[in-house]
């Protein structure tokens, strides 16, 4: 190579490398996009994985599986009323 001469580097990329960051891609707009309900379901499993045990202890005793659920949330949503009832009005003098 001469001192006049510029080195020309030629970089070939292969089809199979340009389909798997297309579809790389793809998948990273995809999961982005359901990230929300994503998002929801873990929610919902680890509920469901929390309250099982008691659903599963009022089984034993004999209640149903639905009413046992029903009974579940119930007490939760009630707990939950009462934790803002008692909380917030404080919050507010504060």
Do not use: D, H
Not at 10 to 16: H, L, T, V
Request: overall charge positive; cysteine-free; glycine content about 6%.
């Amino acid at each position: 190579m001469t001192a006049g001469q510029a080195r020309v580097i030629r970089i070939e990329i292969a089809p199979w490398t340009m389909i798997v960051l297309m579809l790389v891609i793809v998948g990273l707009w995809l999961f982005i996009r359901l990230l929300p309900v994503v998002l929801v379901l873990v929610v919902a499993l680890m509920i469901v994985g929390t309250l099982a045990p008691a659903v599963l202890w009022l089984e034993k005793r004999g209640v149903r599986r639905g009413a046992g659920i029903a009974i579940v949330f119930s007490a939760l949503s009630v707990a939950t009323v009462l934790v803002f009832l008692l909380t917030i009005p404080e919050l507010v003098n504060q």
